[in-house]
């Protein structure tokens, strides 16, 4: 079965595999590596073809596919044990799991980065006054009964105060390109190479800077800018730069 690419833009090799994967509607742990190749193969001359500028990781992952062709051809041996063989796909099919999953959690902090623009707030008020005993209105007579409706209005007023100091939360918000400049420019005034995710933080305790924080390191992890580790569960997330992203700070200097 034919497969035509179209000449598009990709975030790196990964993201073109898992592509070509998905439109071939191939099972990615039984991934038909001749197709793939063929299929990336003809990706990188097509963009070739068309002045398109090719990242040497592409290029990269070109020779590694091949590779995995090569050895895919190599017969097995009758007497080896099925437990014993190692498919040599293997590792790459781990890579693209933990992409796809890299990616599916962008995606949902960037469209909750949207939704979150339209917020109502309102400032915290005492409420404590306004929750008295409920009324009684069972026998009783005319003077309680004005007393009791003065009560009611007094309330009424009040909440309806309150309920007016609802406003729409119009104020700008940071986007994921203001807070992926912001951390650059944290690690270039430290010269740090490794810092903890707390400390991108600050003394912020606002959720919607924490969680953009966040898919901001997503974000920078998916382009292999930082490296984030961590040792236990719920335990502290240390970023590493990478020495490319090291490169691209001190280019910017220049």
């Given amino acids: 079965m034919e497969y035509k690419v179209k000449i598009k833009d990709f975030e790196g090799p990964l993201d073109l595999l898992v592509y070509l994967i998905e439109s071939a509607k191939m099972d990615i742990y039984d991934i ?3 197709i793939i190749t063929r299929q990336y193969i003809e990706y990188i001359n097509e963009a070739m073809s068309y002045d398109v500028e090719v990242s040497t990781e592409f290029m990269i992952m070109a020779s590694t596919l091949i590779d995995l062709k090569a050895k895919m051809l190599i017969p097995k041996r009758v007497e080896l044990e099925e437990e014993e063989f190692e498919d ?10 933990e992409y796809k999953k890299v990616k599916r959690i962008s995606e949902f902090f960037r469209e909750n980065e949207s939704e979150n623009f339209n917020r109502m707030t309102k400032p915290q008020e005492d409420i404590e ?5 409920e009324l009684s209105i069972l026998k009783v007579d005319p003077d309680t009964l004005i007393r009791q409706f003065k009560i009611f209005l007094d309330k009424k007023i009040r909440v309806n105060s309150i309920e007016k100091k609802y406003t729409e939360d119009n104020s700008p918000k940071e986007t994921i390109p203001i807070k992926l400049e912001k951390i650059k420019n944290f690690f270039r005034k430290f ?3 490794k810092v903890n995710f707390t400390s991108l933080l600050g003394d912020s305790n606002d959720k919607y800077d924490k969680v953009l924080t966040f898919a901001s390191i997503l974000e920078m992890v998916n382009k292999k800018k930082v490296l984030a580790k961590q040792e236990t569960t719920y335990g502290k997330i240390e970023l590493s730069a990478t020495d490319a992203f090291l490169d691209e700070m001190k280019e910017e200097e220049i």
């Fill in 129 to 133: 006054s306004l929750m008295g005993e």
């Fill in 88 to 97: 040599p796909r293997e590792e790459l099919v781990l890579q693209l799991i």
């Fill in 32 to 34: 038909k590596i001749s």
């Fill in 191 to 193: 010269g740090k190479k």
